[in-house]
C-alpha cells in the first residue's frame, strides 16, 4: 500500500499562533488527499478534500479561513491552523487514496495542543 | 448526508471469535470499509465490500447487505494485538470517506 508520512507527530503551539502540518505521499502522486480531525476517543471526520492545483473542497461546517490547505504538487498536502485556539486541539490525520476507489492510507497523525 | 452506527465497545477473550456491526443510512453509497486503529495511531485499512457478501482476508472477514443497510466485521482467532478501535466507513463519491463513531476492541487473556 502507499505511504504517507506526516510532519510533526507532535506540536504544541501558544494560543493565537498559526500551525503548518505536512502531509507527503511517499510512493504515490495523490492528485487527492483528504485531512481528518479527530477528538479523543471519537470519530474521524472529514474536514476538506485536497485536489492538487487546485482549491480544496471543505466541509460543512469547517471554516476555509481557518484551516488553510495548500496542495501544490502531487507528493505534498499541508493545513495550517491559523490564529489556533484551545478547542482546535485535536489528532489531525491526513490521507490519500490508492489506485483502487476502494481504499485510502492514512499518515500516522499530527498530535496538535493548543496552551 | 451519511450516518453509521456501530456498538461503542466490545469485549472478548483471546481465541475467540468477535462481530461487530455496522448498519447506514447513506445517499450515493457504494461500498463499506472497515479500518483498525490503536491508540494513537492512524486507522488501516482491513476490508472492503462493495457487493453483497462475504470478503475474508486472513483471520478477518467482512459481510455486506445493501438489502438491509448492513455489514460486520467478523474477527477469529482473536489475539491480545487485536485490542484496538474498529470503524466503519461509508463511500460515496471518489474515495470519500464517511466514519462510524468507532468500536473500541477488548480482548482480554
Known amino acids: 500500500g502507499a505511504v504517507v508520512s506526516q510532519h510533526p507527530s507532535r506540536v504544541i503551539c501558544k494560543s493565537g499562533t498559526s500551525v503548518k502540518i505536512e502531509c507527503r505521499s511517499l510512493d504515490f502522486q495523490a492528485t487527492t488527499m483528504f485531512w481528518y480531525r479527530q477528538f479523543p476517543k471519537k470519530s474521524l471526520m472529514l474536514m476538506a478534500t485536497s485536489n492538487e492545483g487546485s482549491k480544496a473542497t471543505y466541509e460543512q461546517g469547517v471554516e476555509k479561513d481557518k484551516f488553510l490547505i495548500n496542495h501544490a504538487s502531487l507528493t505534498l498536502s499541508t493545513l495550517t491552523v491559523t490564529s489556533a485556539h484551545p478547542e482546535d486541539s485535536s489528532f489531525y490525520i491526513c490521507?490519500?487514496?490508492?489506485?483502487?476507489?476502494?481504499?485510502?492510507?492514512f499518515g500516522p497523525g499530527t498530535r496538535l495542543t493548543v496552551l | 448526508g451519511q450516518s453509521l452506527e456501530q456498538p461503542s465497545e466490545v469485549t472478548a477473550v483471546e481465541g475467540a471469535i468477535v462481530q461487530i456491526n455496522c448498519t447506514y443510512q447513506?445517499?450515493?453509497?457504494?461500498?463499506l470499509s472497515w479500518y483498525q486503529q490503536h491508540d494513537g495511531g492512524a486507522p488501516t485499512f482491513l476490508s472492503y465490500n462493495g457487493l453483497d457478501g462475504l470478503e475474508e482476508t486472513g483471520r478477518f472477514s467482512s459481510f455486506l447487505s445493501r438489502s438491509d443497510s448492513y455489514g460486520y466485521l467478523l474477527l477469529q482467532e482473536l489475539q491480545m494485538k487485536d485490542s484496538a478501535s474498529y470503524f466503519c466507513?461509508?463511500?460515496?463519491?471518489?474515495?470519500?470517506?464517511?466514519f462510524g463513531k468507532g468500536t473500541m476492541l477488548l480482548v482480554s487473556p
Open positions: 466507513a461509508a463511500h460515496s463519491g471518489y474515495s470519500t470517506l464517511t
Open positions: 447513506t445517499s450515493g453509497f457504494y461500498g
Open positions: 490521507s490519500q487514496g490508492g489506485s483502487r476507489l476502494d481504499t485510502q492510507y
